[in-house]
């Protein structure tokens, strides 16, 4: 199974989401509203989800140069 993950580079996506929601819950534990008058910051599951979904965002792996590309 792992061969499968590491083929497709499935790991990328995974880490950028364990990431993201541990940087999401971190912002709104350290930063986040306290008062509660911001309703992102003061939820922790709406900054966790903004995490991840960021941390997808960037983990997510890009196009790879075709040989063609590369000798121009």
Same mark, same amino acid.
């Given at each position: 199974? #792992? ?7 499935? #790991? ?48 997510i ?12």
């Amino acid at each position: 199974m #792992w061969t499968f993950i590491k083929e497709r580079q499935l #790991w990328k996506p995974g880490a950028g989401i364990l990431l993201g929601g541990l940087a999401g819950f971190g912002y709104y534990y350290f930063i986040g509203c306290a008062v509660g008058t911001c309703p992102i910051q003061s939820n922790p599951v709406l900054m966790t989800g903004y995490g991840v979904v960021f941390g997808l965002i960037l983990g997510i792996p890009g196009k790879k140069k075709s040989e063609d590309s590369r000798e121009e």
